[in-house]
C-alpha cells in the first residue's frame, strides 16, 4: 500500500480540529474534518480546560472525518504542560487547570527555594514557566482531590485513554513537565521523589510511533470508526509536530514555530544545561526520534489576540486584515515592548497592560490599533532576533535560515519583520505544521516515510511556502534593538 488517510486530532489554546490527511511518498494533501472552539470556563477556584467539550469536538471531529472514507489510525497532539488527575477507579477529579490560571507563582516560589533553581535545570533542562507541570502539582497539593490521585495524565494522553481505555506517557510532552531527565531520556525518579510525589502516579512512556491502543466500542460506534481502530502515538506536544514538519532542506535551520506562543530555537541533538543556559532561561524539550527543541517561549500571537478580544469586547472590532494593513502604515519602531512580560500572561485588557509597560518604560502609548498591532508584531520580531541569537550563542550553532511555522506564518508583516531584524532569509509555512506533524508520524508508523528527513523532504515538496529575504534598513532594527535592550 502506498497511499493511506489518517486522522489528526489538534487541539490548540483556541479551537480544535480534526484533520485528516492522504499521505505517501510524493503526496501529503490535508482536509478538514472538523473545527471546534475551545473556550476555558472561570470557576469560583480557577481558570480550567471545557475538556469534556474538547471530548466532545474530537468524537464529532472522527465521526465527519470517518464520512469522507477509510481512515487507518488517529493521533492527537494539544498544548503541553496542562494534565488531569485520576483516580483509582480511572475516574477524572475535577476540570483539568488551565495554564494561564494564576495560582501557580507562589508554589513555583516554593518548589525553587525547597529544590533551588540549578539542581531542577541541571536534570529537567526546562525553561522556567511559572506553569510547568511541576510547580502546577506543588499548587495542587492543597486540594482535596490529591488524596484520591492515583495517576497525572497530561491532555493528550487523557483524551487516548478516553478513546481507547489505555494509559500511557508521551514522551515529548512529558519532557515538558520538568519531571522528565534531559540526559536520560525518562521520568526522573530523583526529582519526583525529592518533590514528594509518587512515582507510581507517572504511566510508563510512550515514543512517537508507538502504538497507543484501539478504539474503545463505543467509540467506534458513535464515530462510525471501525472497531479496532488504532491511535497512533505522535509528537503530543502540539510544537514537537510542528517542529516535524519544518521543511527544512539542511542541518542548518532556525524555527519559530508561531501561533498562540512564538517558540523560537534549534534542533539539537543533545540537550544544553549549562548554567548560562539556565540564566537565559532556555529549554531543551524533546522532539520525536530523540531530538532536542533548544528554544525559549516568546508569548507570541496571544498579544495580538488579546488585544483583539479587548476591542471587540468595547465593540470597537475591526478585522485582521484592516488591522494589518493599518499596522504597516503605522509609524515605524514608535512603541516597543519586551513581550516576555509575565503581566501578559493570564486573560484580560491586552492594551492596557501594554500601555502600563510602555509608560514605566518612558514611551507613549499607540493611538490607533494599527499602533497597537504595529508595536506587537515589531516587538516581537525583535524577541525572535534576540532569542535565535541567544540559542545561537549558547548552542555554537549559527543558523542561516528561518523557518516560519504554524498559524503566524500567514502573518506577512511579522515575516518580513523577522527577516529584517534577524538579517537571516525567512521561510513562511507551512500553516499547518501541527496538524502536519501529526499526520506524518503516523504515515511513518505505517511504513509510508521514513526518517525525519524524509518527512521534510515530503512537506518542502507538497506543501506552500513564501520566502522572505531581509530588505529595509538593517541599522534601524540595531537600533530598535538596542533601544528595547536598554529600557
Ligand atoms: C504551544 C505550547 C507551548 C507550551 C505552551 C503551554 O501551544 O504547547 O509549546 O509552552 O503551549
Given at each position: 500500500?502506498?497511499?493511506?488517510?489518517?486522522?489528526?486530532?489538534?487541539?490548540?489554546?483556541?479551537?480544535?480540529?480534526?484533520?485528516?490527511?492522504?499521505?505517501?511518498?510524493?503526496?501529503?494533501?490535508?482536509?478538514?474534518?472538523?473545527?471546534?472552539?475551545?473556550?476555558?470556563?472561570?470557576?469560583?477556584?480557577?481558570?480550567?480546560?471545557?475538556?469534556?467539550?474538547?471530548?466532545q469536538?474530537?468524537?464529532?471531529?472522527?465521526?465527519?472525518?470517518?464520512?469522507?472514507?477509510?481512515?487507518?489510525?488517529?493521533?492527537?497532539?494539544?498544548?503541553?504542560?496542562?494534565?488531569?488527575?485520576?483516580?483509582?477507579?480511572?475516574?477524572?477529579?475535577?476540570?483539568?487547570?488551565?495554564?494561564?490560571?494564576?495560582?501557580?507563582?507562589?508554589?513555583?516560589?516554593?518548589?525553587?527555594?525547597?529544590?533551588?533553581?540549578?539542581?531542577?535545570?541541571?536534570?529537567?533542562?526546562?525553561q522556567?514557566?511559572?506553569?510547568?507541570?511541576?510547580?502546577?502539582?506543588?499548587?495542587?497539593?492543597?486540594?482535596?482531590?490529591?488524596?484520591?490521585?492515583?495517576?497525572?495524565?497530561?491532555?493528550?494522553?487523557?483524551?487516548?485513554?478516553?478513546?481507547?481505555?489505555?494509559?500511557?506517557?508521551?514522551?515529548t510532552?512529558?519532557?515538558?513537565?520538568g519531571?522528565?531527565?534531559?540526559?536520560?531520556?525518562?521520568?526522573?525518579?530523583?526529582?519526583?521523589?525529592?518533590?514528594?510525589?509518587?512515582?507510581?502516579?507517572?504511566?510508563?512512556l510512550?515514543?512517537?510511533?508507538?502504538?497507543?491502543?484501539?478504539?474503545?466500542?463505543?467509540v467506534?460506534?458513535?464515530?462510525?470508526?471501525?472497531?479496532?481502530?488504532?491511535?497512533?502515538?505522535?509528537?503530543?506536544?502540539?510544537?514537537?509536530?510542528?517542529?516535524?514538519?519544518?521543511?527544512?532542506?539542511?542541518?542548518?535551520?532556525?524555527?519559530?514555530?508561531?501561533?498562540?506562543?512564538?517558540?523560537?530555537?534549534?534542533?539539537?541533538?543533545?540537550p544544553?544545561?549549562?548554567?548560562?543556559?539556565?540564566?537565559?532561561?532556555?529549554?531543551?524539550?524533546?522532539?520525536?526520534?530523540?531530538?532536542?527543541?533548544?528554544?525559549?517561549?516568546?508569548?507570541?500571537?496571544?498579544?495580538?489576540?488579546?488585544?483583539?478580544?479587548?476591542?471587540?469586547?468595547r465593540?470597537?472590532?475591526?478585522?485582521?486584515?484592516?488591522?494589518?494593513?493599518?499596522?504597516?502604515?503605522?509609524?515605524?519602531?514608535?512603541?516597543?515592548?519586551?513581550?516576555?512580560?509575565?503581566?501578559?500572561?493570564?486573560?484580560?485588557?491586552?492594551?492596557?497592560?501594554?500601555?502600563?509597560?510602555?509608560m514605566?518604560?518612558?514611551?507613549?502609548?499607540?493611538?490607533?490599533?494599527?499602533g497597537?498591532?504595529r508595536?506587537?508584531?515589531?516587538?516581537?520580531?525583535?524577541?525572535?532576533?534576540?532569542?535565535?541569537?541567544?540559542?545561537?550563542?549558547?548552542?555554537?550553532?549559527?543558523?542561516?535560515?528561518?523557518h516560519?511555522?504554524?498559524?503566524?506564518?500567514?502573518?506577512?508583516?511579522l515575516?518580513?519583520?523577522?527577516?529584517?531584524?534577524?538579517?537571516?532569509?525567512?521561510?513562511?509555512?507551512?500553516?499547518?505544521?501541527?496538524?502536519?506533524?501529526?499526520?506524518?508520524?503516523?504515515?511513518?508508523?505505517?511504513g509510508?516515510?521514513?526518517?525525519?528527513?524524509?518527512?521534510?523532504?515530503?512537506?518542502?515538496?507538497?506543501?506552500?511556502?513564501?520566502?522572505?529575504?531581509?530588505?529595509?534598513?538593517?541599522?534601524?532594527?540595531?537600533?530598535?534593538a538596542?533601544?528595547?535592550?536598554?529600557?
Open positions: 500500500r502506498s497511499e493511506a488517510v489518517f486522522a489528526a486530532v489538534d487541539l490548540g489554546a483556541t479551537s480544535g480540529r480534526v484533520i485528516t490527511g492522504r499521505a505517501g511518498p510524493e503526496r501529503l494533501v490535508l482536509t478538514e474534518a472538523h473545527r471546534f472552539a475551545n473556550t476555558p470556563v472561570r470557576l469560583p477556584d480557577g481558570l480550567r480546560w471545557d475538556v469534556l467539550a474538547l471530548f469536538g474530537t468524537l464529532d471531529g472522527l465521526r465527519a472525518a470517518a464520512r469522507g472514507g477509510p481512515i487507518a489510525s488517529v493521533g492527537i497532539d494539544t498544548w503541553a504542560v496542562d494534565y488531569g488527575l485520576l483516580d483509582a477507579d480511572g475516574g477524572l477529579l475535577g476540570l483539568p487547570f488551565h495554564y494561564r490560571d494564576d495560582r501557580n507563582g507562589k508554589a513555583a516560589e516554593r518548589v525553587l527555594a525547597e529544590c533551588g533553581a540549578r539542581m531542577l535545570y541541571a536534570v529537567s533542562g526546562l522556567h514557566l511559572p506553569f510547568n507541570t511541576v510547580f502546577q502539582l506543588a499548587a495542587h497539593r492543597a486540594s482535596a482531590q490529591w488524596g484520591a490521585a492515583r495517576t497525572v495524565l497530561l491532555i493528550p494522553d487523557l483524551l487516548t485513554h478516553w478513546l481507547t481505555g489505555a494509559v500511557g506517557a508521551e514522551i510532552n512529558a519532557s515538558t513537565t519531571l522528565f531527565d534531559a540526559s536520560a531520556g525518562g521520568w526522573s525518579d530523583a526529582l519526583i521523589a525529592r518533590l514528594g510525589l509518587e512515582r507510581s502516579w507517572f504511566p510508563p510512550r515514543e512517537p510511533g508507538d502504538p497507543a491502543g484501539t478504539l474503545l466500542p463505543h467506534a460506534e458513535y464515530t462510525g470508526l471501525p472497531a479496532g481502530t488504532p491511535v497512533t502515538t505522535v509528537a503530543s506536544h502540539d510544537t514537537a509536530s510542528a517542529v516535524v514538519a519544518v521543511p527544512a532542506t539542511g542541518p542548518g535551520f532556525a524555527y519559530v514555530s508561531c501561533g498562540t506562543w512564538s517558540l523560537a530555537g534549534l534542533e539539537l541533538s543533545a544544553v544545561l549549562t548554567e548560562e543556559s539556565r540564566a537565559a532561561n532556555f529549554t531543551n524539550e524533546r522532539g520525536v526520534d530523540g531530538t532536542v527543541r533548544y528554544l525559549r517561549n516568546i508569548m507570541g500571537m496571544w498579544l495580538l489576540e488579546e488585544c483583539r478580544r479587548t476591542w471587540d469586547a465593540g470597537e472590532a475591526s478585522g485582521l486584515d484592516v488591522l494589518l494593513g493599518e499596522a504597516a502604515r503605522a509609524r515605524p519602531f514608535a512603541a516597543l515592548i519586551d513581550p516576555d512580560d509575565e503581566a501578559f500572561l493570564p486573560p484580560g485588557d491586552m492594551p492596557s497592560r501594554i500601555d502600563a509597560q510602555l514605566s518604560s518612558g514611551q507613549a502609548p499607540p493611538d490607533s490599533p494599527g497597537y498591532v508595536c506587537v508584531l515589531e516587538s516581537l520580531a525583535l524577541a525572535h532576533r534576540r532569542t535565535l541569537r541567544e540559542a545561537a550563542g549558547l548552542a555554537g550553532r549559527e543558523p542561516d535560515r528561518i516560519v511555522v504554524g498559524g503566524g506564518s500567514r502573518n506577512e508583516l515575516c518580513q519583520w523577522t527577516a529584517d531584524a534577524t538579517g537571516l532569509p525567512v521561510t513562511a509555512g507551512p500553516a499547518e505544521a501541527t496538524a502536519l506533524g501529526n499526520i506524518l508520524v503516523q504515515a511513518r508508523a505505517h509510508l516515510v521514513d526518517d525525519l528527513a524524509d518527512m521534510r523532504r515530503l512537506v518542502a515538496r507538497t506543501q506552500e511556502l513564501r520566502h522572505y529575504t531581509p530588505q529595509g534598513d538593517q541599522r534601524a532594527w540595531d537600533r530598535a538596542a533601544r528595547l535592550e536598554r529600557t
